[in-house]
């Protein structure tokens, strides 16, 4: 019986820590930071859920931040149209394919999900998240890489 639980209790786990590789969950204040400065897609996952939390009070006019995902090639240009898109899309130019993945803006206490497929990524592309709320790409920025 004690046998039986062990296997059941690692056979839990084993799940679980399989699915956590295909998700990641990214943190950022009022300090306009993310916790993260790097990312790794393991390039075996379908998808990847990346889940954008707000630790800080501060309301998404004021202090709002969003996970984009583009090709670092393509950063700057989105970052030059989002101002004018404004906090209704998010700070993205609606419909631009060049933005990959992106959750919503969200204000301190909220958060917000994005799943994107694996299969549009390639391993020797060099991919960069951030967040497009004015001001913020100088600093909430990271590199994300498929491995
Ligand atoms: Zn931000």
């Avoid at 889940?51 to 989105?78: R, Y």
């Avoid at 299969?119 to 960069?128: F, P, V």
């Amino acid at each position: 019986m004690k046998k039986y639980l062990i296997g059941l209790v690692l056979l839990t786990f084993g799940a679980s820590v399989s699915a956590e590789e295909c998700a990641a969950v990214v943190e950022s204040n009022d300090m306009m930071q993310f916790n993260v400065n790097a990312m790794t897609v393991p390039a075996s996952c379908e998808s990847y859920t990346v889940t954008l939390k707000h630790v800080g009070q501060i309301p998404k006019q004021a202090m709002g931040h969003n996970w984009v995902l583009s090709t670092t090639a393509n950063v700057q240009e989105i970052v030059n149209l989002s101002f004018g898109a404004g906090l209704e899309n998010n700070y993205l130019p609606p419909g631009d394919d060049r933005v990959l993945a992106a959750t919503k803006v969200i204000g301190g206490g909220e958060e917000d999900s994005v799943t994107f497929d694996v299969s549009m990524l390639s391993a020797d592309e060099s991919y960069t998240f951030f967040c497009s709320f004015p001001g913020h790409y100088a600093v909430m920025k990271g590199t994300l890489t498929v491995k």
